[in-house]
């Protein structure tokens, strides 16, 4: 399923479109692979009669389970997964028929670590955490090319204008000079 650009302002534009790494796939491809292996054999080997028809139908029960809820399950979620950087927010996107979508403003974002195991190193995935003032957060695992996005993720958060900047440029004009208006309190300042 495609990410939807109806979700995107007018001016807003796409830099990284990204999804968790293959290799998530790869356990799920295999569980679906023995359920299907494991039914074929039980079919083939199992008698005819009433009690090899009885067991063929327990085998294809278990094996349709496990193939459907360790199998289907993960890779249907793997596929609707989205992860769209903007030079304006983070947006992640999951589900198929709940869909759950959050955004997370850049201009925002005070922290981002990137951790990788050793075979995260070997694939160059990682699991990249992104914190915002406030409670809000992302934890995004198994991104692809971890580091080029991290620093990609880096630049925009540079890029991206803070929230005093913008209440500058939208300051009222005071009636006098053409002068923006002095703001009633002191804008706060972070540490």
């Not at 079919?43 to 029960?61: C, K, S």
């Not at 971890?146 to 913008?166: F, G, K, N, S, W």
Request: hydrophobic share 40%; aromatic share 4%.
């Amino acid at each position: 399923m495609a990410f939807p650009a109806e979700v995107l302002a007018e001016q807003e534009e796409v830099v990284l479109h990204l999804r968790p790494h293959g290799k998530s796939v790869v356990g799920p491809a295999l569980v679906v692979a023995l359920a299907t292996a494991g039914t074929i054999l039980a079919w083939v080997l199992l008698p005819g009669n009433e009690g090899g028809r009885i067991g063929l139908g327990l085998v294809v029960a278990i094996m349709a389970y496990n193939g459907i809820r360790y199998g289907v399950v993960p890779l249907v979620q793997w596929r609707c997964t989205h992860w769209v950087i903007t030079g304006e927010r983070l947006l992640t996107q999951r589900g198929l028929l709940v869909r759950e979508r959050r955004d997370l403003p850049l201009n925002r974002v005070n922290d981002h670590a990137l951790t990788q195991s050793l075979l995260d190193r070997i694939f160059g995935t990682g699991t990249l955490v992104i914190d915002s003032i406030g409670e809000q957060s992302a934890r995004l695992a198994g991104v692809p090319h971890a580091q080029q996005v991290q620093t990609t993720l880096y630049e925009l958060i540079e890029q991206a204008p803070d929230d005093e900047e913008e209440e500058e440029e939208e300051a009222p004009v005071s009636a006098s000079g053409g002068r923006p208006a002095r703001p009633r309190f002191p804008a706060r300042r972070s540490r």
